[in-house]
């Protein structure tokens, strides 16, 4: 009993420690030329003082779509890493075809511009 | 401890494979190819569907009838059977786009790999063997044709046919969906196998969570086939999407989903004929007559042909209630019915259509029967011939297939006591013929609003199209002997 | 209060599909339509894993999984679609999607 709970907070311990060193790296390597309007707020890149009817690009609709497609990948990954211990190899054979087959829709959206920002 | 993988059958799903992987690398070649160059991925196209074909004759000769996948997939002839037609139907619509979309400008874009996507649903439908295997193939075949549907996106009638096929398509997959979940539930499992052994001689065929799940299911199916009172989308999609679409759709998909419904029915629940014979009787009825009635009025000849494909399916729907498992000599008589009636139907229909297609100018599709085909005798005496034919064997007149489909549909269900739909079959055949008719009326004996103009140019694959449907509905009519020994060759659902 | 049986959780996905059911036949919007679709196959979800659990049966879940998954898929095609009519004619109303209609 306490083991698992041991191996939770190594969890926790690891997430918040890997958290913080991409942060860190992050405050390391990226410039840091603050002006007025990069302080703002972030309102997804849109100016936050114009009416509440403004247009959005459809850009964040076509993300959102590929979004939801490749997050739902992960309900198929989350059963076969449980077991994936019995699996074995036809397992990970089987994985990886599907994977593949997911990153020729992940290239054809990329080649067609689909993740072009702006 | 090591889960033992089921085994690796590939080799059972071959026409699938090979389907499912052109379409990926088609998908992928369409990113390098220059937009010149786009006609050659439709011959690639054509080219898969023709390989499936050859593997499937291949594994018509070989073992079986073979369950593979943990007992999802049953490779059995009737499978194989659909799978041609439907593959025929998919080569020939590929053949009827190639020329159309270039001169409608509509682009090809995803066009030739979402129809190989849309293709591989319906093979996977053909050979479903469980609830989950049936309900996924149906999406990935619906998730397509949602597309095609809307693949001309400068025109506001494409897209609103998109969107409605689209919100029905998902409304009924909805039904269906919480049908096979207390299917599910009443019985514990989802195989067709399964199910049908748990059912045989057990208590549960008054379960009503079982009978809610069977009703629930036959309105997701009546939606996805057009039968009426749950037709209400199909006049607005199919005249709404690209003609070349509708054609296909039109007939792949009542193929394939008229199969996995036989399968269903007869392979999983044969116990419950009562009742689904009896929902089914009454949706054939009122299909046949609405769908016929309706197409009277039409003068849009797109809108004709979608309630004259509603009323067909009426016609095979009856072979359908016909097919009870305990009455052998009945039950084959009805099945191959089906299966010989949706091949007639995908040449005859098809044909249809590719003279809709060979009509078309890049600024008019020209869809009214009464101002665009009146007279077209005599400025394209090929075409209006051809259509001609069509429109006969449609409506069922002797030496055409659509006639001999009818009579072996009719004959069974006579067969199997059913005289009240072979009754309003041939009553509203006969209404049929009003409409049918009335395009060739038009054809010959109006007068050309377009005389002026130089007749179209058929290109080479549409001709080929149209040749191809009128050889065979002539042969099925004169000669039914080939396909009907395939079809009843075929009658084998899935033996565990 | 007693304990939760299977017939609980039956009746619960059977109110949110009627629900659904519903909101696709009387709303307007084709985005809460839609909406309303996603319902009902949330609702069967719901009717799947509480059968998988009374059958003890893994069917149940692999069922839900795979129809999480094709309402996924149904999410960003019907989304798409709605992109491309909104570039078009600025409106989700489907009163206003009615060229077809005769």
């Known amino acids: 009993m306490v083991d698992n709970y041991a191996i939770i907070l190594i969890m926790i311990l690891t997430v918040l420690g890997f958290g913080a060193l991409l942060l860190s790296i992050g405050v390391l390597v990226r410039p840091y030329k603050p002006t007025p309007r990069k302080l703002q707020s972030y309102e997804s890149g849109v100016p936050n003082i114009e009416p509440l009817k403004g247009r959005y690009t459809p850009r964040f609709y076509v993300i959102a779509i590929l979004f939801v497609i490749f997050d739902i990948e992960a309900i198929f990954l989350f059963p076969w890493a449980v077991a994936f211990d019995q699996l074995g190899l036809f397992g990970l054979v089987e994985m990886v075809l599907f994977i593949v087959i997911l990153l020729i829709g992940y290239a054809y959206a990329w080649r067609r511009g689909a993740l072009e920002w702006v | ?496 | 209060m007693g304990e939760l049986t299977l017939g609980h959780f039956l009746t619960l996905s059977a109110l949110l599909f009627v629900i659904g059911m519903l909101g696709v036949l009387t709303r307007k919007n084709i985005l809460i339509i839609f909406m309303s679709i996603e319902l009902m196959l949330n609702a069967v979800n719901v009717s799947l894993i509480a059968f998988g659990r009374y059958l003890d049966s893994i069917a149940g879940q692999i069922f839900a999984i795979f129809v999480i998954t094709i309402a996924a898929a149904e999410a960003a095609i019907g989304l798409g679609l709605i992109l491309v009519l909104t570039r078009r004619q600025d409106s989700v109303d489907v009163t206003s999607v009615s060229l077809l209609k005769e």
């Not at chain 2, 996977?124 to 619906?142: G, R």
């Not at chain 2, 009924?172 to 748990?198: D, H, M, P, Q, W």
């Not at chain 2, 229909?349 to 100018?361: C, T």
């Open chain 2, 1 to 496: 401890m090591e889960i033992a993988p089921p085994p690796f059958d590939l080799g059972a799903i071959a026409p699938f494979l090979i389907v499912a992987v052109g379409a990926m690398i088609a998908l992928l070649a369409d990113l390098f190819i220059p937009p010149a160059r786009r006609p050659a991925l439709g011959y690639f196209a054509l080219g898969t569907t023709l390989v499936a074909i050859g593997a499937c004759v291949w594994l018509w000769g070989g073992a079986v009838p073979r369950l593979a996948f943990a007992n999802m997939i049953a490779v059995d002839r009737f499978g194989l059977f659909v799978t041609i037609v439907t593959l025929i139907g998919a080569a020939l619509s590929i053949l009827l786009s190639v020329d159309f979309l270039q001169e409608q400008r509509l682009g090809y874009g995803e066009y030739f790999p979402l129809m190989l996507f849309t293709v591989s649903g319906m093979i996977l439908l053909a050979f479903a063997n469980d609830l989950i295997t049936f309900f996924i193939a149906l999406e990935i075949l619906s998730l397509g044709l949602y597309i095609l549907a809307g693949s001309a996106r400068g025109r506001a009638v494409s897209q609103e046919s998109a969107i409605k096929y689209f919100l029905l398509g998902s409304f009924s997959f909805g039904f269906l969906v919480y049908g096979t979940s207390l299917i599910y539930g009443a019985t514990g499992t989802t195989n067709f196998t399964a199910l049908r052994v748990a059912l045989e001689g057990s208590g549960l065929t008054d379960n009503p969570l079982l009978l809610a799940g069977l009703a629930l299911v036959l309105v997701g199916f009546a939606f996805k086939l057009a039968l009426a009172p749950f037709h209400m989308w199909t006049p607005d999609v199919y005249s709404g999407a690209p003609t070349a679409v509708t054609a296909f759709m039109s007939v792949g998909t009542k193929v394939a989903t008229f199969a996995a419904l036989l399968r269903l029915v007869t392979g999983a629940l044969p116990a419950l004929y009562a009742d689904w014979s009896n929902a089914l009787f009454a949706l054939a009825i009122v299909t046949m007559i609405l769908g016929n009635l309706a197409a009277i009025t039409q003068r849009n000849i797109k809108r004709m042909l979608a309630y004259s494909s509603i009323g067909q399916a009426g016609y095979v729907l009856v072979a359908v209630v016909a097919s009870d498992t305990t009455q052998p000599g009945v039950n084959d008589a009805a099945q191959s019915s089906v299966l010989f009636y949706l091949l007639a139907y995908t040449f005859m229909n098809l044909g249809a259509f590719a003279v809709v297609v060979a009509l078309a100018r890049p600024d008019d599709e020209r869809l009214d029967l009464d101002r665009d085909y009146a007279g077209l005798a005599r400025r394209q005496p090929l075409l209006a011939a051809a259509m001609a034919v069509f429109m006969l064997s449609l409506g069922g007149i002797p030496l055409t297939a659509g006639f001999m489909g009818k009579l072996l549909v009719f004959r069974a269900a006579i067969e199997a006591g059913y005289w009240p739909l072979a009754v309003v079959g041939v009553l509203t055949s006969a209404v049929a013929l009003a409409f049918y008719l009335r395009v060739v009326v038009r054809m010959y004996a109006g007068e050309s609003r377009h005389a002026e103009e130089r007749p179209a140019r058929v290109p080479v694959p549409l001709a080929v199209v149209l040749a191809v449907c009128l050889v065979a509905t002539i042969q099925f009519g004169i000669l039914p002997a080939i396909p009907l020994d395939a079809a009843r060759g075929a009658l084998t659902i899935t033996a565990p």
